[in-house]
């Protein structure tokens, strides 16, 4: 009852009269990482297109709804749009998470452009509930350590922050991964519950993870997808005219982000070396076909479970795998 309430007052608060229709968007890390950077953008395109008919408060931080909370917080109306990371619900969003396998995706720009694909092709049934306003996917994760990593030796139970799909991955070469939303790992590096992560490498300067992790390996294995979700009562109360701004955004919203991250990781980059002097890594031949080696079972897994939900497991790693070749030639 108060959810709906709550919901009533955010939509039409904003008859003619009274100004613009107000909008909560939620989103759970910090205001300078790319899912905040892309929300400030989005509701900046979204105003200005609206012409002033809809006003959206952006709330970053986890000051409304938590990481974990943020597509059920969607659903009930806590939050008229929220911003998530599919990896923090692996069984959840299977079907879409089949893009954070170890399928060789090379940037945040193919990768959020496919995912847009896989979406719009099989609709999953776990995006049912709410209106997808928009998904991308992070640039290619790599490690971020404290002590450098150049082999699988020196990975043997280093304590590494991962989620989701990228946690099998670190479980495969043998580290020992620590499982936590990009949120809450500031404070675990600080305070040494872990020795590094392994993510994409724009949070060395965002988080300011260089002056910390002085070490970065690469490893260009995973991406991570993310969803921009919205409540249907909270949609459906929106002029046609105001849904056709939103729905023109999809798919060039996931491009921009992927633009942006895809830049910003080679400035962060830039930026840890000039600032922290960090070491980056690259693996030998040698060294990194013995890394590739061990990652092959997490595929075959994901087919499996996905298959016994019922989902085209073959089917999706090929689409995917044709929508990647696509968007690269583009
Ligand atoms: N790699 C995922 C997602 C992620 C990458 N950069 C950020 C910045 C802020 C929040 C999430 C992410 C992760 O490690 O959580």
């Not at 709550?6 to 909008?23: E, I, K, N, Q, Y």
């Not at 249907?232 to 849904?243: C, E, R, S, Y």
Request: net charge negative.
């Amino acid at each position: 009852m108060l959810t709906v309430l709550l919901l009533t007052v955010s939509v039409f608060s904003g008859d003619a009269a009274a100004g613009p229709m107000r909008l909560r968007y939620a989103n759970f890390p910090p205001a300078p990482t790319f899912p905040c950077v892309q929300m400030e953008r989005w509701k900046t395109e979204v105003e200005k297109r609206t012409g002033g008919q809809v006003s959206i408060q952006t709330f970053p931080g986890g000051t409304l709804l938590d990481a974990k909370d943020m597509m059920d917080g969607v659903i009930a109306g806590q939050a008229d749009i929220g911003c998530f990371s599919m990896a923090y619900q692996p069984g959840r969003f299977l079907l879409t998470n089949a893009l954070s396998l170890p399928l060789g995706i090379p940037s945040a720009k193919v990768g959020s452009l496919v995912l847009w694909d896989i979406y719009s092709d099989y609709h999953p049934a776990s995006f049912a509930k709410v209106k997808v306003l928009t998904m991308f996917t992070t640039a290619p994760a790599n490690i971020m350590s404290k002590t450098p990593v150049r082999t699988l030796a020196d990975l043997k139970g280093l304590d590494l922050r991962a989620s989701g799909g990228a946690a099998q991955i670190l479980k495969a070469w043998g580290a020992n991964q620590v499982g936590m939303p990009m949120s809450e790992t500031p404070e675990a590096l600080q305070k040494g519950v872990v020795q590094g992560l392994f993510s994409s490498l724009e949070v060395m300067k965002d988080l300011k993870f260089a002056e910390i992790c002085h070490y970065v390996t690469i490893t260009d294995t995973v991406i991570y997808p993310f969803a921009v979700v919205m409540n249907l009562d909270a949609w459906n109360a929106l002029p046609d005219t105001v849904k056709k701004v939103m729905d023109d955004l999809r798919v060039e919203q996931a491009e921009w982000t992927g633009n942006y991250m895809d830049a910003h990781v080679e400035e962060a980059v830039a930026w840890s070396k000039d600032n922290y002097n960090i070491e980056v890594i690259t693996l030998p031949p040698v060294e990194k076909v013995k890394w590739e080696a061990l990652l092959a079972p997490i595929s075959t897994q994901w087919q499996e479970d996905a298959k016994s939900k019922g989902l085209p497991a073959e089917a999706i790693l090929k689409d995917i795998k044709l929508r990647m070749a696509e968007r690269i030639g583009r």
